[in-house]
C-alpha cells in the first residue's frame, strides 16, 4: 500500500470518530467547566520558561488524542508532558527539506498534522511519518491553517493556496472568486457542515453542499491577526485586532475534535472566549451569550471581560484547550498554563494594608467572615466586598458563639457583637496582656486565655482564675475549643490537654501528653475530638489520644486550624498546605488505630502561598455559615467550596515510554527481550495529566517478582536487579492529583536471555559432570579403600600363615612325634595285655585330632581371591587343597569373565572354598571340578566330584556348631540373593550350584555374545 492509500485508510473512519470523541468531550464538559465569573487574574497560571526547557519563539500546539501536548517553532517539533520538554526527531524523508514547524493539528485518529514553514505537510501517526508536496497536490507557501470536516476530509491553506485530501489524494480547490491562490490564515468546519476561511484580506464561508466559497462582509474588518471559532452552543465567532463579532449560530451540537484553527481564537468548553494578539494581550469574554459584537475599545463595562498584558508578544501559536479543561497559551519567551484554582485566593495578605499572619479569623452571618486585625479596624468579606469597621477597633483574637454573637478580644476588654448591637466587657482585673484564645459553653460560661498570666472563667459577670477548678493547669493555654457534647477542650504546651465535663477535669499531661508539641489546634464539633501540635495531629481514640500518619509516612507540622465538615470530611491547615481527607478516610482512622490516611494536599501548585504556622491568633481555618471552609496563610485569605470543588475526573493516559539498561535508553513496544548477562534495568514511565502532572501517582508491580502493588509516589522509574532468566510481565497505573485511577494498567512483557551458564544445556551438563566427577571420586574412593582393605587382608593372611608355620613346625610336628614314640612303645607291648588296646585306641584318636589339626593350619594358609580375578583364586585354591594327595582339580570357565562385586564375590569364593573342603575331607573322590559360568543374565558355580556321594538323612542333618557346614554355606548364599542346591547320591558323587542374577552379581553389565567360551584349567 503507497503512501497515500495508508492516508485514505487511516483518515476514512475520521468523520464518526470525531462527532464521538466531540459527544465524550461535551458530556464530561460539566466537570471541567471553567467558572464564567472568573477573571483571569483569578484563574491559576502556571508558567514555563527557557530555564524549564521551554523551547523558544513557538508557533504551533496541539494536544493528540493520547494526551500529549506538542510545540513546534523553527527548530522542529517537541512534546510536553506538564513536567519536560522533549524534542521529537522526526523521521527523515528526503522530500521534506525543513523541519520549521508553522502548524499543527491533531487527527482524531490519534496522529498529528504539521505544516511546514517552507511548504508542505506530514501526518505522525504511530510514530510512522507520511509526508505530502506540492509534487502531491499540495499548493505551495507556508501552511497557515488546517480543518477536518465531519466526513473526514482534511482541509490545509497556505499563504498562495487552498487543498484538500480526498480519493486518496490531494486536490487544489480554486473555488474562491477571484482569488485561485488565497492567502489563507484561518479555517474552520462548523458543526452545520460549513468550511468558513479568512484570508489576509477576506472573510469566505462555503455553506454545506456547495462547491463554491462566498464572500462574506463582517462588521469587523478582517486582518492579519483574525482568528476564528465555533462554541458548544453553535456560536460562530470572528476575533480581529478591534474586536468579537458573532458570525452566525448553528443549533448546539457536540464539537469536533479540532474545533478551532483561529490564530488567536479560542472556545472553552463553557463557553468563554479566550482571545490573544500580537501585541501581548490576553482576552477573556466568559459570558458571551446574547452578544453580537464587542469592540476591544469598549469592552470594559461587560462584567464577563477580563484583559492581562503581561506576556509579552506571542508568535501567532494560537490557544488551545486540553482535555482537562486547561488554556494553554505559547508566547515567545514561554508556555503558559490557565487552569481553574480549586482553592480561591480571597485576599492577598501580604499588602501594607493588610497582613494576614497576624490577623484572626472568624466566621459571621449569611456566609461572611471577618478578620479581626491587631493593629487596625476589623474586616467583613462577604462575596464582592469587603467591608471595614473602624468603630471596632484592633483585636488579638475572635470567637463565633453557638448563639451566633461575635467576639472581638483587645488588650483590655472584650467586644461582643450581636444583632448589629455591641457590647463591651473588660478583661479580668489586675491583667494587661492580649488575649490569646477564647471559647464559650451553651450555659454562657465565658472562657478566656491571657498570655503570661493563665485562664480565666466569666460567669455571672465574675472572673475565676482557672474557672476555680484546681485540677487544670496553672498556665496560659494556647488554644480553647468546645465540643458538640458541650465539653471544654484546652490545650497547652509540651502536649498538655485538658478537658473540662462539667466541672470534673481531665488532664492528660506525663505519659499521657499528646506526642505533637505545643498544642495548637482543637476540634470537636462533629463526631470526634482533634488536636494539631507543632509536630503532628491527633485524634481522640476513647479516653487517649492517638497520633495520625500520613499513608507516605508523613506526619504533619504546624497544625493551626482544623475543620470537621458535616459530611465527615476533615481539613487541616498546616505547613503542609490544606490538607483534605474524605469521610470513607476518617471513619477508617476512627475504626483501625494502625491506618494511613490518603489525603489530599493544595498547596503552593494550587495557589496556595505562604504557611500556616504561628502561635497566635489561632484557628487559622474556620467553617462559614454557607459550608465554605476559609484558611489563613502568611500570604492571604483562601476559600474552598467542597461540593462545588474542582474536580479532573479524566484518569491519565499511560505508557511506558522507556527502558535503560546502563546507559542505553530503549524504546520498548508491548514486549521486549533484554541480552543475557542484564543484572539491573529501569522501567520509565509518564501518566500524561497536564493538569498538575507534579501530583500524578504511580503504583507498579512485576508478576513473579512483587507479591503486591508497589507505592510509587510521584516516582516515574522503576529499578529491578538480580532477576533471573525467564519471562516477566511489567504493569504500572497512575492516578490524577483527584486520586482518579487509571482503568487498567499499562504493561510490558519482558524476556531475561540467559546466558550461556544460565541456559538448560549448561545446567544440564553441570548435572552430568557433576555425576561424573562424583562417580569419579566414588570410585577412587573405592580404589583406596579396597587398597587398604586388601593391604590389611594380605597383612592378615601373612600372620596367619606365619601362625601355621609355627604351629606346624612346633605343635603338629611334635604330636607326629609323640604319636610315634607312643606306637612304638605300644608296638613293643604284649598282644594281650589290656592297655594295648586302650593305647591303640588314644592313638586313633590322636592321629584324627593330628588330621584336623593339620586341616585348621591348611585353613590358615588358604587366603581370599583377589578382587580382580575369581578363576585364578579357585585355580590356587584348588591347586593347593590337591597336592601331595592322590586327587586332581580342574578349573572351568564359561563365558567372558567379569567383575564381580566386592561382597559377592568374597561370599561366593567362601562357598567354593568350603564346598571344595567338604569334597576334599569327606568324598574320598580322585577328581574334584569347579565350573564357573558368566552369563548375560545370571553368575552360576558348579563344584562337583566323583566320590562316594551323601545320602538324604546326611543331607538333611544338622552340622555341628563349630563348622559351617552346609547350614554356613546357605546364610551366606541368602545374604547375596542366590540359591544354593545340591544334587547327591552314594557312589554317584557330589554337585554344588550357586545361581544369581546379574545384576546382583557383576559390578558392570557383562559383555553380550551369541557364543560363550569356555576355559578349562586343569590340575
Not at 514553514?117 to 511519518?129: N, S, V
Request: hydrophobic share 40%; with cysteine.
Amino acid at each position: 500500500m503507497n503512501a497515500r492509500a495508508a492516508l485514505a485508510a487511516a483518515l476514512r473512519p475520521m468523520g464518526a470518530r470525531m462527532w464521538a470523541l466531540g459527544l465524550a468531550l461535551l458530556m464530561c464538559g460539566e466537570a471541567f467547566a471553567l467558572h464564567a465569573d472568573l477573571g483571569l487574574s483569578a484563574f491559576t497560571r502556571t508558567s514555563w520558561t527557557a530555564k524549564d526547557g521551554y523551547p523558544h519563539a513557538v508557533t504551533a500546539i496541539a494536544q493528540t488524542r493520547d494526551g500529549t501536548l506538542w510545540l513546534g517553532n523553527a527548530s522542529g517539533l517537541y512534546r510536553f508532558d506538564g513536567l519536560r520538554f522533549r524534542r521529537e526527531d522526526l523521521p527523515r524523508d528526503d522530500r521534506v527539506s525543513s523541519a520549521q514547524v508553522s502548524k499543527l493539528m491533531a487527527s482524531p485518529t490519534g496522529g498529528l498534522w504539521i505544516g511546514f514553514t517552507m511548504g508542505g505537510a506530514a501526518l505522525l501517526q504511530d510514530g510512522r511519518l507520511t509526508a505530502f508536496t506540492p509534487q502531491d497536490g499540495l499548493p505551495a507557501g507556508t501552511v497557515k491553517a488546517m480543518a477536518i470536516e465531519q466526513d473526514g476530509t482534511v482541509w490545509l491553506g497556505t499563504t498562495r493556496g487552498l487543498a484538500r485530501f480526498a480519493d486518496s489524494q490531494w486536490q487544489m480547490v480554486d473555488k474562491v472568486p477571484g482569488h485561485p491562490a488565497v492567502h489563507v490564515t484561518g479555517l474552520l468546519a462548523d458543526s452545520a457542515g460549513a468550511l468558513w476561511l479568512v484570508s489576509t484580506e477576506q472573510l469566505w464561508v462555503r455553506p454545506r453542499g456547495s462547491v463554491s466559497f462566498q464572500p462574506v462582509q463582517p462588521a469587523l474588518a478582517v486582518d492579519d491577526n483574525t482568528g476564528i471559532a465555533e462554541s458548544p452552543s453553535g456560536e460562530v465567532w470572528l476575533c480581529t485586532m478591534k474586536g468579537l463579532q458573532r458570525l452566525q449560530r448553528n443549533a448546539p451540537s457536540p464539537r469536533p475534535a479540532a474545533h478551532t484553527n483561529g490564530m488567536n481564537l479560542t472556545v472553552d468548553r463553557d463557553g468563554g472566549l479566550w482571545c490573544n494578539d500580537r501585541t501581548g494581550a490576553l482576552r477573556r469574554v466568559g459570558r458571551p451569550a446574547g452578544m453580537t459584537q464587542l469592540r476591544w475599545d469598549q469592552a470594559a463595562s461587560v462584567p464577563s471581560y477580563t484583559e492581562d498584558t503581561r506576556f509579552g508578544a506571542f508568535q501567532n501559536a494560537g490557544i488551545t484547550e486540553d482535555d482537562e479543561g486547561n488554556l494553554w497559551l505559547a508566547s515567545i519567551t514561554g508556555l503558559h498554563r490557565f487552569s481553574e484554582p480549586r482553592v480561591r485566593r480571597r485576599l492577598d495578605g501580604t499588602t501594607a494594608a493588610l497582613n494576614t499572619h497576624t490577623a484572626a479569623l472568624v466566621a459571621g452571618d449569611q456566609g461572611t467572615v471577618w478578620l479581626a486585625q491587631r493593629f487596625s479596624a476589623p474586616i467583613e468579606i462577604a462575596d464582592g466586598t469587603v467591608t471595614a469597621h473602624p468603630t471596632l477597633g484592633g483585636h488579638s483574637t475572635a470567637l463565633r458563639s453557638d448563639d451566633g454573637a461575635i467576639w472581638f478580644a483587645g488588650y483590655f476588654h472584650l467586644t461582643r457583637l450581636a444583632g448589629g448591637r455591641t457590647e463591651r466587657i473588660d478583661l479580668p482585673a489586675g491583667t494587661s496582656t492580649e488575649v490569646q484564645a477564647l471559647a464559650q459553653r451553651r450555659g454562657g460560661d465565658l472562657w478566656v486565655s491571657l498570655m503570661r498570666t493563665g485562664v480565666f472563667r466569666r460567669r455571672s459577670g465574675e472572673w475565676t482564675a482557672n474557672g476555680g477548678v484546681a485540677a487544670l493547669p496553672r498556665m496560659p493555654a494556647i488554644t480553647l475549643a468546645t465540643d458538640a457534647s458541650d465539653r471544654l477542650w484546652l490545650g497547652y504546651m509540651e502536649g498538655r490537654v485538658a478537658v473540662l465535663d462539667g466541672d470534673r477535669a481531665t488532664v492528660f499531661e506525663d505519659g499521657n501528653r499528646l506526642p505533637i508539641g505545643n498544642v495548637t489546634a482543637l476540634y470537636g464539633r462533629r463526631g470526634h475530638v482533634w488536636a494539631g501540635g507543632e509536630f503532628g495531629l491527633a485524634v481522640l481514640d476513647g479516653s487517649a489520644f492517638r497520633t495520625v500518619t500520613l499513608h507516605s509516612g508523613a506526619s504533619f507540622n504546624s497544625v493551626t486550624g482544623i475543620i470537621e465538615t458535616a459530611a465527615g470530611e476533615v481539613w487541616v491547615n498546616s505547613s503542609r498546605g490544606i490538607t483534605h481527607f474524605s469521610a470513607a478516610e476518617v471513619r477508617r482512622v476512627a475504626q483501625d488505630p494502625d491506618y494511613r490516611p490518603r489525603g489530599e494536599t493544595f498547596d503552593t501548585l494550587d495557589g496556595v502561598e505562604g504557611g500556616a504556622a504561628r502561635l497566635r491568633p489561632l484557628p487559622t481555618a474556620v467553617e462559614g455559615t454557607d459550608g465554605r471552609l476559609w484558611f489563613l496563610t502568611s500570604a492571604g485569605l483562601y476559600v474552598i467550596d467542597p461540593p462545588r470543588l474542582p474536580r479532573n475526573t479524566v484518569p491519565p493516559r499511560l505508557h511506558i515510554d522507556s527502558l535503560t539498561l546502563g546507559d542505553q535508553r530503549l524504546q520498548p513496544g508491548r514486549d521486549i527481550t533484554l541480552p543475557g548477562g542484564t543484572t539491573a534495568f529501569r522501567i520509565g514511565y509518564v501518566g500524561l495529566s497536564l493538569t498538575l502532572p507534579e501530583k500524578v501517582s504511580y503504583r507498579y508491580r512485576m508478576d513473579g517478582v512483587d507479591t503486591d502493588w508497589q507505592d510509587a509516589g510521584n516516582r516515574q522509574e522503576a529499578l529491578y536487579t538480580d532477576l533471573r532468566p525467564g519471562r516477566y510481565r511489567f504493569q504500572v497505573m497512575a492516578s490524577n492529583a483527584d486520586g482518579v485511577w487509571t482503568d487498567r494498567p499499562a504493561t510490558l512483557d519482558i524476556t531475561l536471555a540467559p546466558t550461556f551458564v544460565q541456559t538448560r544445556w549448561f545446567l544440564a551438563m553441570c548435572v552430568l559432570a557433576a555425576t561424573l566427577l562424583g562417580w569419579l571420586v566414588v570410585r577412587l574412593r573405592v580404589r583406596q579403600m579396597a587398597g587398604r582393605l586388601r593391604a590389611r587382608y594380605e597383612e592378615r593372611m601373612a600372620e596367619r600363615e606365619r601362625i601355621a608355620r609355627e604351629l606346624h613346625d612346633t605343635l603338629l610336628q611334635s604330636t607326629q612325634g609323640l604319636i610315634i614314640q607312643f606306637q612304638a612303645a605300644t608296638d613293643r607291648m604284649a598282644a594281650n595285655d589290656p592297655a594295648r588296646a586302650a593305647l591303640n585306641e588314644a592313638l586313633d584318636r590322636s592321629e584324627a585330632v593330628l588330621t584336623e589339626g593339620r586341616d585348621r593350619v591348611l585353613d590358615l594358609r588358604l587366603s581370599s581371591p583377589p578382587q580382580d580375578d575369581l578363576p585364578e583364586a579357585f585355580a590356587a585354591t584348588g591347586k593347593a587343597l590337591v597336592q601331595g594327595r592322590d586327587m586332581t582339580f580342574r578349573m572351568l570357565v564359561e563365558g567372558t569373565a567379569c567383575p564381580l562385586r566386592p561382597v559377592t564375590q568374597e561370599e561366593i569364593y567362601l562357598i567354593g572354598r568350603e564346598a571344595l573342603l567338604n569334597a576334599l575331607r569327606h568324598s574320598k573322590a580322585r577328581a574334584i571340578e569347579l565350573q564357573l559360568i558368566y552369563a548375560a543374565d545370571r553368575f552360576c558355580m558348579r563344584v562337583r566330584d566323583d566320590g562316594i556321594g551323601v545320602d538324604a538323612p546326611t543331607l538333611a542333618a544338622v552340622e555341628r556348631p563349630d563348622h559351617w557346614g552346609v547350614r554356613g554355606m546357605r546364610e551366606r548364599a541368602a545374604r547375596i540373593g542366590a540359591r544354593l542346591d545340591f544334587w547327591s547320591r552314594p557312589a554317584a558323587g557330589t554337585e554344588i550350584e550357586l545361581c544369581m542374577a546379574a545384576s546382583l552379581a557383576y559390578a558392570s553389565a557383562p559383555p553380550r555374545r551369541w557364543w560363550a567360551r569356555r576355559r578349562s584349567v586343569s590340575r
